[in-house]
């Protein structure tokens, strides 16, 4: 089973969240970090990382000598990372979202396949599970790429247990290509007037998807009772409440996993593993 925690924002708990559900996983897991722009997940857990890979992707790159300027290549490009100007060609790889159009249309053989950095695939172990996280490069412009990458081992990581998810917050490309292979979603949310609105967004970006959800209340006795209130009314379970305290931020501050270093809260994360796994396995069970 692939499970994914998400939020509509971040600085919810999301993390706080999945490196604690990691303590408590008592079957095989990989733990993975596709928060890719920030991951963090490392942090909390300090995994011993025996593989770092660069990621790349395609990208054109010309010959201009071969080129006649027939614009084909350019007509193609829905990002304008490749022109023609003045008879000259003319490649801008920070632009280009890999599809190989380019290269597919040419007639003249002027564009071969190039690479632009991604990022780093970095692999590994924490607490005796597997661990895989995706680092974007400094200046990279798109996560999704990377996020591909990773993604794409999925079927093999899978074949050694369930894959835990630490997806990127927010509602965009990024968040929905973590969730899109999960059997089942957390999301992560606080009850202020903040975290509420996000966690709405997150639901409605999420729902049609038509996966099995739960929430997790994170700093569940602030603020008011509008989330309850939402998930009540949308039918969305509430899977685990995590108190707001002196002793969790304290824990989290020194980049502890909180299940392990607040012995209630392996209960709490505990039964949350319950309430996912029997939510993704009835998903399962009535396709």
Known sequence: MIYAVASGKGGTGKTT???????????????????????????????????????????????????????????????????????????????????????????????????????????????????????????????????????????????GGDILIDAPPGVSCPAIAAVTDADCIVLVTEPTPFGFHDFKLAWEAFKPLNKPMGAVINRADLGDTAVLEFCKANRIPVWAEIPYSREIAEAYSRGEVVSKAIAPLKETFADLRGNMRAAAEKEVANA
Not at 44 to 62: C, G, N, Q, R
Request: hydrophobic share 40%.
């Open 17 to 159: 969240t999945c490196s604690s559900l990691a303590a408590v996983w008592d079957r095989p897991v990989t733990l993975v970090d596709l928060d890719v722009e920030e991951p963090n997940l490392h942090l909390f857990l300090k995994p011993d990382l025996s593989d770092i890979e660069k990621a790349y992707i395609e990208v054109p790159e010309a010959d201009e000598d071969k080129c006649t300027s027939c614009g084909l290549c350019r007509d193609i490009c829905q990002f304008k990372a490749i022109t023609v100007m003045a008879g000259t060609l003319l490649v801008f790889p920070e632009m280009c979202h890999g599809c190989g159009g380019c290269l597919a249309v040419c007639p003249e053989g002027a564009l071969s396949p190039g690479k632009r950095e991604l990022g780093e695939i970095c692999r590994g172990t924490a607490d005796g599970h597997a661990f895989v996280m995706g680092r974007l490069r400094v200046g990279e412009a798109m996560s999704p790429p990377l996020m591909r990458r990773i993604r794409k081992e999925f079927p093999e990581l899978g074949k």
